[in-house]
């Protein structure tokens, strides 16, 4: 760990400058060729996007795992441990692995001129990882854009692309058609893509995009038939179901492991994956695939992780996270009352999300995650948030004084939500277990 801080993480910095320079994917090839190419070895799916891509990666990974196949995945950020960035079957690597791969890392690059990434060391970490266990699918999920990401050194069997909208401006840009030729550099000769029905300057880009290299562009309710509907049952409660039809396969009346009318965008692009796997040789019965689905399990998306009162966690980080959360809190979940537990990066579209926030919560408590050096001031969110909602709304400068605060503002029946930065619902799922584990300690 100690060496990996040595390392350069744009995750972790307020200006980063996206050229080929800072992301140069020739540094990465010579690595991964100093390493053995353990991406050569490896059947690959590769999934880039603004929003929807972690969803999208946990319901394909447990379709792929429930139909029998060893599935790698590789994702980011993380919550609370660096190792669930790289998992096989939903495993998280180990310490001892984890530590070997490193050391062989930096051994390598001790060698080379200009020193990886965070983000390169790990992408390279998962790479190998997945290769020596021999996975017989690996998914990938890009860290930024696509076209310069790190992961984008493999030639996979599939491309997917989430929904596109304005995410890391401060890196990218605020023009979505070049966010969009961005996440479009997944592309490659000959690899379906599948993509979900997008803003009309996106879709022309990546139409555009898939032409000029020869790569088949299908989009869901659109070049495939999809569609999905809400519906309440005993058994499941509030959810969404999709039908998704295809020349392989028919997929009738599937239950959405996920909240959200997103979520059935999100699992109708999984399942348009899963199809385009099958027509390459993967074998998916249907009952595995809805076993599977239903089995899907995906850390700080709307879960629920304190009783008494109720505390929701959500990695909702752009604007368009933030409304689709507040709509699905809507449709999903009965409450009286919603207070907002909100912390963001300083170099995100603040107005934006604070737009958002207003629209959805009845109290707001802005505070920042401590492990975050990109987080915004809570009194200067409090001070920006004053200017466009008169709604209650209070600043604590740690977490924990947010959740404390928080907690004496509700009444039972009342909601409590933490979101705006996937360091803040890390340190809440944290803090909440740790909290859990000391009355478990205390009581016993």
């Not at 050096?373 to 809570?378: L, V």
């Not at 709304?393 to 503002?409: F, G, H, I, K, S």
Request: one cysteine or more; a neutral charge; proline letters at 4%.
């Amino acid at each position: 760990m100690r060496w990996l801080a040595q390392h350069t993480d744009y995750e972790r910095q307020r200006i980063v400058r996206y050229n080929t320079t800072t992301f140069n994917l020739d540094r990465m090839k010579k690595l991964l060729r100093a390493l053995g190419s353990p991406e050569k070895q490896l059947k690959c799916v590769h999934i880039a996007g603004s929003k929807g891509k972690g969803s999208t990666c946990a319901m394909l990974e447990s379709m792929l795992r429930s139909c029998g196949y060893t599935v790698g995945l590789f994702s980011s950020p993380h919550l609370t441990d660096l190792r669930e960035r790289i998992q096989i079957d939903r495993q998280m690597i180990s310490h001892a692995d984890l530590t070997e791969l490193i050391k062989q890392v930096k051994t390598k690059t001790a060698r080379m001129r200009g020193k990886p990434s965070f983000f390169e060391i790990m992408t390279a970490c998962a790479l190998m990882h997945f290769a020596d266990q021999a996975v017989d699918i690996a998914i990938l999920e890009t860290g930024l854009g696509g076209r310069l990401d790190a992961t984008n050194v493999v030639t996979p069997l599939v491309c997917g692309i989430t929904q596109i909208s304005h995410d890391h401006t401060h890196v990218l840009g605020d023009d979505l058609e070049k966010i969009a030729y961005e996440k479009a550099g997944i592309m490659k000769k000959s690899v379906p893509v599948l993509t979900i029905q997008q803003e009309p300057k996106v879709a022309e880009v990546l139409r555009a995009q898939a032409e000029k290299i020869g790569a088949e562009l299908e989009v869901t309710g659109q070049d495939i038939e999809f569609s999905y509907r809400f519906e309440a049952t005993r058994e499941l409660g509030p959810h969404m179901r999709i039908c998704l039809s295809t020349t392989n396969g028919l997929y009738e009346h599937l239950a959405v492991p996920l909240q959200g009318e997103h979520q059935a965008l999100n699992c109708g692009l999984a399942i348009a994956i899963l199809d385009k796997l099958r027509a390459q040789g993967f074998a998916t019965a249907e009952d595995k695939i809805v076993d599977g689905l239903a089995a899907t399990d995906l850390p700080g998306r709307m879960e629920q992780v304190w009783d008494e009162p109720r505390i929701m966690i959500d990695g909702a980080h752009n604007p368009a996270s933030i409304a689709a959360l507040v709509k699905a809190i809507g449709a999903h979940i009965p409450y009286d009352s919603l207070v907002m537990i909100f912390g963001c990066a300083a170099d995100k579209e603040v107005m934006k999300l604070l737009g958002e926030v207003n629209l959805g919560a009845d109290k707001v408590i802005f505070t920042k995650a401590k492990s975050n050096p990109r987080a915004a001031d809570p009194h200067e969110l409090l001070a920006q948030f004053s200017e466009i909602s008169d709604k209650m709304a209070q600043a604590a400068p740690t977490l924990p004084e947010a959740l404390d605060l928080a907690a004496r503002a509700v009444s039972r029946e009342d909601l409590i939500c933490v979101t705006g930065s996937f360091y803040l619902v890390g340190e809440a799922k944290k803090y909440l277990e740790d909290l859990a584990n000391k009355r478990t300690a205390q009581q016993n």
